[in-house]
C-alpha cells in the first residue's frame, strides 16, 4: 500500500517538474520573440505559459502580456493585464513600475482623470528621482485634462536640478497660450516636444 502511494507521489512530482520545465521554455522563446520584435508571436506564447502557470509564479507573465499590448499599441487589453499583474505580483518595486504603465496607458487613451489615480496611488518623496518621474506623469494628464495650471506646477517640478534653464523655459512655454491645443494621445508624451530628452525620463532613464 505505501509502496503504490510512493510511486504515485514520485509520478506526480516527476510530472510537475516536467511542466514547470516546459512552462519555462515556453516563456523563454517567448522573450526570443518579444526581443526580436515579433510581438504577436511574443503575446501568443506568453499567453499560452500563463495558461499553464500558477496565480503566484504567473505575475512575470502577465506583466509580459500587457508589455506586449503595449507594444502593438492596444492599450484597453495591457490595463485589464497590468492590472492582474498587479495584483499577482509580490514586489512593491515592480507594483510601482506596473502603476506607472498603467498611468502611461490611460494617457494614451486620454482616459487622464484614470491616470491621475494611479499615479497618486505612487507613494515616494517629492524630490526624489522616482518622485519626479511621477510628477513628470502628472503634468501629462494634467495637460490633457486642460488644467494648465496644476501642468506647469508638475512640469517644474519634474525638472531635474542639473536642466537649470528648463524652469525659464517651462514658464515661458505656459505664457504662450498658443502652446495650448487638445495633445495627440498616440504623441509619446507632451513635454518630450517641448523639452527635447525628457521622454526618456518617462522610463526613469534620466539621471537628477
Partial sequence: MYRILFIIVSSLGTIF???SQDISNTVSLGDRYYDSGQISEALYTYQRAAFFTQTGANAEVLLKIANCFVKEGNFEKSIEYFDHAYY???DDSVKTEI???KANAFIQTENYHFALIELLGIN????????KRRALYLASAYYGLE?????ESYFHKAMPSSKTDAADR???IFNRKGNFYRPNPKAAFW????????GQFYSGDWAA
Fill in 88 to 90: 499577482a505580483n509580490p
Fill in 170 to 172: 517651462i514658464t515661458a
Fill in 17 to 19: 517538474t516536467c511542466l
Fill in 124 to 131: 515616494t518623496a517629492e524630490g526624489s528621482l522616482l518622485g
Fill in 147 to 151: 488644467d494648465y495650471s496644476n501642468a
Fill in 99 to 101: 502603476l506607472f504603465s
Fill in 191 to 198: 513635454m518630450s516636444v517641448f523639452l527635447p530628452g525628457s
